[in-house]
Nanobody, 125 residues
Framework: QVQLVESGGGSVQAGGSLRLACAVF????????MGWFRQDPGKEREGVAA????????YYTDSVKGRFTISQDNRKNLIYLQMNSLKPEDTAMYYC??????????????????WGQGTQVTVSS
């Protein structure tokens, strides 16, 4: 059973940076593909970034391209989301997710079977 624990959220002013981390526990012999999602109350969960562990290919939603970077450190069982040039509209609860599906869609949270509890990011103007 894969377990995910996020950290690194907080409050920052617009234009600032934060780095989120996700610790991965209990994975099977292979490392899963990983994603970061975010959700505001009353809104649908939105895919932000993902990394395909098979090839290391990364995916981003358009609104964060050039500002956010997803990376992984397999030795430390960690996934990172570096967020730069933050905007107030980036405010949300951010979730780490994992999947063993051979293919997934960042726009479909249902493709990811394992989820962390989330970490809050608040960007003030």
């Amino acid at each position: 059973q894969v377990q995910l624990v996020e950290s690194g959220g907080g409050s920052v002013q617009a234009g600032g940076s934060l780095r989120l981390a996700c610790a991965v526990f209990g994975y099977a012999s292979s490392w899963p593909s990983m994603g970061w999602f975010r959700q505001d109350p009353g809104k649908e969960r939105e895919g932000v970034a993902a990394i395909d562990t098979n090839g290391g290919r990364t995916y981003y939603t358009d609104s964060v391209k050039g500002r956010f970077t997803i990376s992984q450190d397999n030795r430390k069982n960690l996934i990172y989301l570096q967020m730069n040039s933050l905007k107030p509209e980036d405010t949300a609860m951010y979730y780490c997710a994992a999947t063993y599906r051979p293919s997934f869609r960042l726009s479909h949270p249902g493709d990811f079977a394992y989820w962390g509890q989330g970490t809050q990011v608040t960007v003030s103007s």
